[in-house]
């Protein structure tokens, strides 16, 4: 999920897809590119091709301004 100019109900319907891949069981949706507007605290799922945040892919999180390899 990426937030950016979507207006609000686009970015509620990208949450309602994240949330009914968890209840799946799929994770969250891997992504070739950093967030436009990181937020501590924010998880992502990065490709490690496309976006590398730093150890390849996997999941991150926000930390103290950096993306932190869960």
Known sequence: MQLGTDSV????QELRNAVN???????FPRISVAP???REGQ????????????SGAGYYERKGG???KL
């Open 9 to 12: 109900e686009e970015q509620l």
């Open 21 to 27: 891949l968890l209840q799946e069981g799929q994770g």
């Open 36 to 38: 436009l507007k990181p």
């Open 43 to 54: 998880l992502v799922n990065a490709d490690g091709v496309g976006w590398n945040p730093g």
């Open 66 to 68: 950096v993306w932190v």
